[in-house]
Structure formats: C-alpha cells, structure tokens
C-alpha cells in the first residue's frame, strides 16, 4: 500500500464501472429533498475519480442517469436535468485539466438542446487527449445499448462479436475489469450488461455522497487480490 492507501503493486483495473446509488436515501437521512442529495452526490464525483486515475486506473464510467430514471417524477427529473446543465462543466473541468477525455454512452437526444451543446462542448475538449477516460453514462440503458449496437452490425451486414462490440458505446475503452455499487443493492440495473460479463462487482451499503477515497482504496486492494478465472481451471 502507498502511504496515500492506494494500492502500489499487482492487478490494478483498467476500467472501472460505478453505479452511484444512494443520494435520494442520504438526502432523506437529513430531511432534505432528494435533489439536494444529487447536488451532494455531484460533490462527490471529481474526489473519486481523481483517485481511481491517481491509482492507476486508465477509465471510469459513472452511471448517472439511467433510461429508467427519466420515469421518475417530473419534478426529480427537471432537478436531474438541471444538475446536468449547470454542473457537468464545473465537475468535469478539474479531471479535462488534469489531462483526462470525457466521453458519453447513452441516448442523449433525450435532454434538451442547451444540455445537447454542453455536452457536446465537454466531448470536444481534450477530443484526442490520449489520458484517462471518463464516461458518462446518460440516459443510458444496458438492454438498449446492446439492440442498438446489434441493430447496426446487422446493417453492416456482419453480426460477430468483433461487429457488434465496435458498436457499443464502449469500442475502444478497456475491458470492464470492476464494478462498483453504492447504496447497498445489489443488482445492476441495466448496468453495462454486456461489458460486465467477467467484471468483478463490489457492492457497499454506503450511499454515494458518503462513498470516500478509503473505501474505494480498500476495493482496490481487495480486487487485486481476487482470483479472476475467465471460466479456466
Ligand atoms: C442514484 O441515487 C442517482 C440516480 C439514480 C440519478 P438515487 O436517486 O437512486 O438514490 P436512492 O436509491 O433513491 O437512495
Ligand atoms: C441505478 O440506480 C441508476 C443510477 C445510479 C444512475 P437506480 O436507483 O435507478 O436503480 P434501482 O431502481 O434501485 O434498480
Ligand atoms: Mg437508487
């Protein structure tokens, strides 16, 4: 271990997935309403990032908002989108200077023009970065990521593996060595689905905004001592 508690030695991930659940249950916590646990949960993502690349992990990809989401109720929504719009510049700007690319997976015809742009804007800066990745999972869904990515294999008139995979938002990321859930479930919900197919799952019953840099420490210290068979003896 290094003296910052990172791991110094062995298998370090190279990609890292993580749900970040719990913000709507920890602004609860505080009779606060739930969209003050998004701000909270915003906080919380350049610290961990910043210490997943400061240990050597090449990618992250941050569930934010799933399809599913955007059926919840209107008003959690319009905050959700709102969040999006007016911190996605200021979080991500810390790891863009640092040298990091930050990249989308999702159906992001869905937000508004004015989120469109910015998130555009973000994708633009640092476009051939050769640094860290981060990418954002937005309006995502695993099930439609996959019918997409199958969909257009199928049109160039090749359904392989190798065809399909260069058409999930992934082509080209690391392998999806690990994924991370906070807020205690222990599912995936339409995480990844593909992708996950060897990664290792941690799950932790801390809810996001209170997930810190020494958890996440310790799960990389336990990740590299797992034993990954990829189905071998
Ligand atoms: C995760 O926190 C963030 C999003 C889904 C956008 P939740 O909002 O699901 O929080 P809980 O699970 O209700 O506590
Ligand atoms: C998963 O959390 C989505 C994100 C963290 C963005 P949810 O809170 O939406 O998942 P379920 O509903 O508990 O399965
Ligand atoms: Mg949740």
């Known amino acids: 271990m290094r003296s910052d508690g990172a791991t110094d030695s062995g ?55 799933s399809t599913e989401n955007a059926f919840r109720p209107e008003q959690e929504v319009n905050s959700l989108v709102d969040l999006i719009r ?35 804007e973000i994708a633009t800066e640092n ?3 050769w640094g860290q990745i981060v990418n954002i999972a937005l309006n995502y869904s695993g099930r439609t ?13 090749n359904v392989t593996a190798e ?27 339409n995480f990844l689905l593909y992708q996950a197919a060897y990664s290792e799952l941690f799950f932790t019953d801390t809810l996001w905004p209170d997930f810190g840099k020494s958890e996440l420490f310790d799960m990389l210290a336990e990740f590299n001592h797992r034993q990954r068979k990829f189905g071998k003896v």
Not at 100 to 110: E, T
Not at 145 to 153: G, S
Not at 172 to 182: A, Q, S
């Open 145 to 157: 990521e996959i019918v997409r990515a199958a969909a257009l294999a199928a049109e160039s008139g």
């Open 11 to 65: 298998n370090i991930p190279k990609h890292i997935g993580i749900i970040m659940d719990g913000n709507g249950r920890w602004a609860s916590k505080r009779l606060l309403p739930r969209s003050a646990g998004h701000r909270a949960g915003v906080k919380n993502i350049t610290k961990i990032v910043s210490a997943a690349f400061d240990s050597g992990v090449d990618c992250v990809t941050l569930y934010a908002f």
């Open 127 to 129: 476009a051939d970065g």
């Open 163 to 189: 065809s399909l995979e260069r058409n999930l938002y992934t082509n080209g990321l690391p392998e999806l060595d690990m994924i991370i859930r906070t807020g205690g479930e222990k599912r995936l919900s």
């Open 86 to 120: 007016k911190q996605l510049k200021p979080m991500t700007r810390e790891l863009i200077e640092k040298g990091a690319r930050v990249i989308f997976s999702g159906d992001l015809s869905y937000f508004p023009n004015d989120v469109c742009e910015i998130i555009k």
